[in-house]
């Protein structure tokens, strides 16, 4: 053993503390959790607890005894445990394989559970939240890391994340990058442009021609509203809207207010009146052009959706072909965000909004940094505040953390048609503007794009949108997640997206015979849409029209309000 005052004696005393600590807060959890109904079916499983307990016993001695044994390790991919310290430092070694041990315990008891469905899906996610915050390396006291970093800079590191705790604190919000390097309209949402229409819930933006051609059917593009427009205009080499310029296509852009009191009555139907209906009108009077193409993101595509079935029921035929971009029609498999909405849930939102009010955009946020909690919320808690690090500098982080506020009306009915009762998908179930709404009439050429490891729309989900409306389709599944898959430039020549027809009911049953091709599906798409221009003209030299002048250059007001 080391001499007791020396840094070894010290860490490791503060190891040995902090071990007990983890231990009592294992013990509150199961304590806790035993007054669960579902609870009472896991602690059946006696076989289970006898093998974790010989386990940890077989633990216990072997780091009473001196000695290392790799009874259980973590996943080569987990970065909470990548300090050498964990390995050779025993009483780290103990804590980190203890740890590991009853993680690993807990999720056999759920998955050993009565319970299927939702239910299951929903224990699931309960025990990975607790055992995610209650990981060692989230706390000073048991992070060695931490503890190295405080010895070294005689406790400056400590001060330091104290500092930036209380400055995240007065934000509301847990900081995931340097903020301070980027500002909309300095070095983010910069592509060339004006905004031409304005109303009390979007600005429209039109931007400048790349090209001395230009398609004669307009582009315009629906984002997601619970989060900013420049998502898809970042930075000029990784911004979609630059490439569809440079593709050769006249783009106008929707940027959705940050609502506030004035418009918290706002619905669902004003969405697309005030919002998808009227940008497609203004684009199309500006242009001149009879038809347009339309892009939908995320819940902008949802929104996009239900438009087209609406102006499919008015026979309005002025759009000519449709992209959507990780986007649900279909609810059924809604993933993780569907464990957060039940009836009980959905009925207290719209006690509390569903007649007016707003919808923190922190809230939304927290939902979905809570779905990759090590990766978005654990992590910045790890460097920020332990380490008194400053998290580097990330466009799509800085876009992540930029929310916007939701009119209560608006978000309650989204809530409850799609994710909670799933009535989008079933013809006439929902009427829209004052007409049923029916995906299956919507007979456009359409480009679905997916990703693979999208948490918030499963490719799966997004793949059934395949089976609810006709025309022309074609699908492709992209790698990574749901922004790191869609924002993936050409010119990154990363990593790779899948296609093939036919296109089978099953999305597992498509994927068994898709061929995989290395690099962006920005160049197949762009192929795709070039059969949908409607031939071509001369580039405008002006944005807007007399009826239609600029008002200001983008990225507009709009984009720039932020929560905080």
């Not at 319970?115 to 996610?125: S, T, Y």
């Not at 009077?285 to 079935?309: M, R």
């Not at 910045?380 to 929310?403: E, K, M, R």
């Amino acid at each position: 053993m080391h001499q007791s005052g020396s840094p070894d004696a010290l860490l490791a005393a503060i190891a040995q503390s902090g071990n007990e600590v983890t231990q009592g807060w294992m013990q509150l959890m199961a304590g806790a959790g035993s007054a669960m109904p579902w609870m009472e079916g896991l602690q059946r499983s006696h076989a289970l607890q006898a093998a974790y307990l010989e386990k940890q016993t077989r633990l216990w001695n072997s780091m009473l005894a001196g000695r290392r044994e790799a009874i259980v390790d973590a996943v080569p991919s987990d970065r909470r445990f990548a300090a050498r310290e964990w390995r050779e430092n025993p009483y780290y070694d103990y804590l980190r394989q203890s740890y590991l041990l009853a993680a690993r315990y807990y999720q056999e008891l759920v998955e050993h559970a009565d319970l299927v469905g939702e239910a299951k899906e929903r224990a699931r996610f309960a025990a990975r939240q607790w055992l995610d915050a209650m990981c060692p390396a989230n706390f000073a006291a048991t992070n060695p890391e931490a503890m190295r970093q405080a010895l070294a800079t005689k406790g400056e590191s400590l001060t330091r994340g104290l500092a930036n705790l209380l400055g995240d604190v007065h934000k509301g919000r847990i900081s995931q990058t340097d903020e301070a390097a980027f500002e909309v309209g300095r070095n983010l949402a910069v592509t060339p442009g004006a905004v031409v229409f304005e109303n009390e819930l979007i600005q429209l933006i039109q931007y400048r021609a790349k090209t001395a051609q230009v398609a004669k059917h307009p582009l315009v593009m629906v984002p997601p509203c619970i989060n900013k427009y420049y998502i898809l205009d970042l930075q000029p080499e990784n911004s979609f809207v630059g490439h569809a310029l440079a593709s050769g296509h006249t783009v106008f852009m929707i940027s959705w207010r940050n609502a506030g009191p004035d418009i918290a009555q706002l619905t669902w139907d004003d969405y697309l009146e005030k919002g998808v209906f009227t940008a497609f009108r203004v684009a199309r009077e500006i242009t001149g052009a009879q038809q347009l193409n339309a892009l939908g993101f995320c819940v902008g595509g949802t929104l996009l959706g239900a438009a087209l079935a609406v102006m499919k029921q008015k026979n309005e035929n002025s759009v000519a072909s449709v992209t959507f971009l990780a986007t649900m029609l279909d609810f059924g498999e809604s993933g993780q965000i569907g464990l957060f909405v039940d009836e009980a849930s959905v009925t207290a939102r719209e006690a509390a909004l569903g007649r007016g009010g707003i919808l923190p955009g922190g809230e939304l946020a927290f939902v979905f940094s809570s779905l990759r909690a090590n990766d978005l919320v654990w992590n910045y808690v790890v460097n920020n505040y332990l380490l008194g690090g400053q998290p580097p500098a990330f466009d799509l982080l800085y876009w992540n953390s930029d929310g916007t506020n939701l009119p209560g009306p608006m978000y309650c009915y989204y809530l409850r048609n799609t994710y909670l009762e799933n009535k989008l998908r079933v013809p006439g179930a929902l009427s829209n503007c004052g007409v049923p709404v029916d995906l299956g009439r919507v007979d456009l050429p359409s480009y679905t794009v997916a990703t693979r490891e999208d948490h918030i729309v499963p490719w799966r989900s997004a793949y059934r949108t395949l089976n609810l409306i006709g025309g022309e389709k074609t699908f492709v599944l992209g790698a990574s997640g749901h922004i790191a898959g869609i924002v993936n430039p050409l010119s990154k020549n990363r990593r790779s997206y899948w296609t093939g027809t036919p296109y089978p009911a099953e999305p597992d049953a498509w994927l068994e015979t898709a061929q995989e091709t290395p690099g962006s599906w920005w160049g197949c798409w762009t192929d795709w849409l070039a059969q949908h221009r409607g031939g071509t003209g001369q580039a405008p030299t002006n944005l807007g029209t007399k009826k239609y002048p600029p008002i200001e250059p983008a990225p507009g007001r709009y984009v720039k309000k932020r929560l905080h």
